[in-house]
């Protein structure tokens, strides 16, 4: 059974930090490429960055691009967001997901919550 | 960027009901489409991906259909479990880009 869960999140200062962790089981970790996704104020979805299986590529959305970085780490099976230069607007679930280049997503994690305030 | 748009936003219907679900995207695609269900308070489901196929574990009622720039998500009959958000998104290229939701609420 395909597994991910989340974790790292919390409440941070406008400007600070975050790394957001999400460790996976049930499948072979460094066979998939792994994706942030967060939820939108409006509560749509936002895609936000994506990593290759051997962690080569990285690809980012514009909104926080030079903030963010994506990297794994295939012998922990886990898949890391670090959040710099945190804003306001940052803050909303962020849900780690499974994919495939044929598929997309096809598991998700449950969701962290990073609330950003002062 | 291509943009997804969905419609309807938001739809009311009756369990039993069949229901359609509109995705367009602002450039071809191919089949590189999946479909999203989300209920309230919980992480999206995966429902359908490459346009047409289910996803293992999402009911058979669920349908997908489309290729190029116009998609379709299909309920056959409605259940009470399936009131929730439905949300489109293209993994053509990046950036991945989502459809806005459709809200799918009881009569």
């Known amino acids: 059974e395909v597994q991910l869960l989340e974790s790292g999140g919390g409440l941070v200062q406008p400007g600070g930090s975050l790394r957001l962790s999400c460790v996976a089981s049930g499948f072979t970790f460094n066979n998939y490429a792994m994706t942030w996704v967060r939820q939108t104020p409006g509560k749509g979805l936002e895609w936000v960055s994506s990593i290759s299986g051997s962690g080569g590529s990285t690809y980012y959305a514009d909104s926080v691009k030079g903030r963010f970085t994506i990297s794994r780490d295939n012998s922990q099976n886990t898949v890391y967001l670090q959040l710099n230069s945190l804003r306001a607007e940052d803050t909303t679930i962020y849900y780690c997901?499974?994919?495939?280049?044929?598929?997309?997503?096809?598991?998700w994690g449950q969701g962290t919550l990073v609330t950003v305030s002062s | 960027d291509i943009q997804m748009t969905q419609s309807p936003s938001s739809l009311s219907a009756s369990v039993g009901d069949r229901v359609t679900i509109t995705c367009r995207a602002s450039?071809?695609?191919?089949?590189?489409l999946a479909w999203f269900q989300q209920r309230p308070g919980k992480a999206p489901k995966t429902l359908i991906y490459a346009a047409s196929t289910l996803q293992n574990g999402a009911p058979s009622r669920f349908s997908g259909s489309g290729s190029g720039t116009d998609f379709t998500l299909t309920i056959s009959s409605l259940e009470a479990e399936d009131f929730a958000i439905y949300f489109c998104q293209q993994y053509k290229s990046y950036p991945i880009t989502f459809g806005q939701g459709t809200r799918l609420e009881i009569k």
């Open positions: 997901a499974k994919e495939r280049r044929a598929t997309g997503i096809d598991y």
């Open positions: 450039q071809d695609i191919s089949n590189y």
